[in-house]
């Protein structure tokens, strides 16, 4: 296999890596805010493009039993008719569950960069009748959204992609509204799967970005197995 292709495999969900390749950057203000060295079509860190393959791996029939994507919502205690905004949605694996908590009134925003998990999800959700779910296509380094304008934003498995995070927290904070919150769930180091060690972001150093980026960031108790959760507010 490609060193590409093994980067491209170990950088998702269900995937274990022995990728060698160079971890992101993850000081202040010099770095890029696109890191292009994994060679990329879409000018993000990985290319997701292959909707069939990814599919696989996202909705494999195992990942709820670690995931608990019910819990994690629940978690999330959104309100009916809240705004949530799901940033890198993927295949959209999180969308049932966040449509279900904010309701007929509320709103779902899934946010991704490659358009094939776009036109992905837009399918989805016609079939799934998620019918307050809107999808869009949204730049890698902002995520498009109004100041003040949603109550909760959820990443998972998503922050180790973004190049330059604490400018991209600081966009995100000016998103939410007052008493949202941005939950942040990613790989912990040891998980038996995930992106490849050197790209495994440690919660204290998530916790760091978001400080700096002027939010009040926690690590909360409720583990899931294999992964991390922060809030910050
Ligand atoms: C590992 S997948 C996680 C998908 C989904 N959150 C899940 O848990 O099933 C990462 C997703 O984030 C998207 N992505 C990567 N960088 C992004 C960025 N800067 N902004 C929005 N989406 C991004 C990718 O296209 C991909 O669909």
């Known amino acids: ?24 950057s993850t000081s202040g203000a010099e770095e890029p805010l696109v890191d292009r060295r994994h060679g990329h079509r879409h000018g993000h860190p990985h290319d997701f493009g292959d909707v069939e393959r990814f599919e696989a791996i996202f909705d494999a029939p195992d990942r709820d039993e670690w995931q608990r994507p019910g ?20 295949t959209g694996y999180f969308l049932r569950y966040l449509a279900g ?12 960069t490659e358009p094939a998990m776009v036109e992905h999800m837009r399918a989805r959700v016609a079939r ?8 869009r296509a949204v730049a890698p380094d902002d995520p498009g959204l109004a ?9 998972v498995d998503t922050w180790h992609h ?4 604490r ?47 002027g939010l009040q960031a926690e690590i909360l108790d409720e583990e899931l ?3 991390y959760v922060i809030r910050a507010r």
């Open 167 to 213: 400018r991209y927290a600081a966009r995100l904070k000016s998103a939410l509204r007052p008493g949202g919150a941005l939950w942040i769930v990613d790989f912990t180091e040891d998980a038996p799967d995930g992106p490849p060690p050197e790209m495994r972001l440690a919660p204290e150093q998530v916790l760091a970005e978001l400080t700096d980026a």
């Open 128 to 135: 799934e009748g998620l019918s307050n779910v809107e999808v």
């Open 1 to 24: 296999m490609r060193p590409f292709a093994l980067v491209l495999l170990a950088a998702c969900a269900g995937a274990t890596s022995t990728s060698t390749s160079t971890s992101p």
């Open 225 to 227: 197995p294999r992964q």
């Open 71 to 90: 819990e994690l919502v629940a978690l999330m205690a959104l309100e009916p008719g809240a705004t949530v905004v799901d940033l890198g949605a993927g």
């Open 101 to 112: 908590a904010v309701g007929p009134e509320g709103k779902v925003l899934a946010l991704d």
């Open 147 to 155: 100041p003040a304008s949603v109550d909760a934003v959820l990443v």
């Open 162 to 165: 973004i190049a330059n995070r």
